[in-house]
């Protein structure tokens, strides 16, 4: 056994509190972008993410729920802000981007402009769209088709009984991309809470259906029970 002096062993205290003092800072500033309960998209920083955050809560009152009546798990607040990266502006000459801003459309329109939405180009949005072809699939709150041929999912996230920041992923052209957005308003349903329908036989023109065919007229619609749901909270 070895007994240190006096002086190596202050030496020693020294380094111990040095080291433990770079450990508490590097845990103090890195941290928090892999624990907290952030919504982490793949092209935002975690940190800023985080701060856009704190700014849509403060600007938006983003705790004070207009639509507090509903049992049902609703969004707080309308219209819902969205946004998209570079590929859906890019792929396929822009024709993504046209499907989106007509699917948004689309439900302003049949919802009676009860439901509305609002394009932002900066800040966390309530909606943010993804075209890249190929995304690991992420596994939080994962909601919407799982088959081989997947067209395109909706992420969900919620907070207590309201549905916050969320991301829908389309990968792939669909045979009605450019006639009627039928998938984007399908997966924009979605993150109303709208499932695929279970009853039979299942109405063809039904856009909740989970399935599209090369040969589909693309003549879906949202049926009355589905408009009714979202009229009921959102009226
Ligand atoms: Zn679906």
Same mark, same amino acid.
């Given at each position: 056994?070895?007994? %240190? ?10 380094? %111990?509190?040095?080291? !433990? =003092? ?12 892999? !624990?907290?309960?952030? /919504? ?28 507090? =009546? ?26 993504? #981007?046209?499907?989106?801003? =007509?699917?948004?459309? !689309?439900? @302003? ?5 009860? /439901? ?11 909606? !943010? ?23 395109? #999912?909706?992420? /969900? ?30 997966? @924009? ?12 036989? @299942? ?8 399935? /599209? ?7 879906? #619609? @949202? ?13």
């Amino acid at each position: 056994m070895v007994y %240190s002096s006096r002086k190596k062993r202050k030496e020693n205290f020294l380094i %111990s509190v040095i080291v !433990f =003092s770079i450990i508490l800072l590097v845990t103090f500033f890195y941290a928090p972008k892999y !624990f907290l309960p952030v /919504i982490i998209l793949n092209q935002f920083d975690a940190k800023d993410n985080q701060n856009n955050i704190q700014k849509i809560i403060s600007e938006k009152n983003y705790w004070v729920d207009s639509f507090s =009546s509903s049992d049902e798990i609703h969004w707080s607040h309308l219209p819902l802000t969205y946004d998209m990266d570079e590929a859906c502006k890019t792929r396929m000459n822009g024709a993504f #981007e046209k499907d989106i801003n =007509s699917a948004v459309e !689309f439900i @302003i329109n049949r919802t009676d402009g009860i /439901i509305t939405f609002k394009k932002i180009n900066e800040g966390q949005p309530d909606i !943010f769209f993804i075209c890249e072809n190929k995304l690991s699939a992420p596994s939080i709150d994962f909601y919407g088709h799982n088959s081989y041929d997947t067209i395109a #999912e909706a992420e /969900i996230h919620t907070n207590g009984n309201n549905y916050v920041s969320s991301v829908i992923y389309i990968y792939q052209s669909n045979p009605c991309i450019r006639k009627k957005p039928v998938i984007t308003v399908h997966e @924009i349903l979605h993150l109303f809470g709208l499932n695929h329908p279970t009853e039979t036989p @299942i109405w063809k023109y039904d856009i909740m259906k989970d399935y /599209i065919s090369e040969d589909d007229s693309c003549d879906h #619609e @949202i049926t009355k029970k589905d408009l009714d749901y979202l009229k009921n909270i959102y009226g």
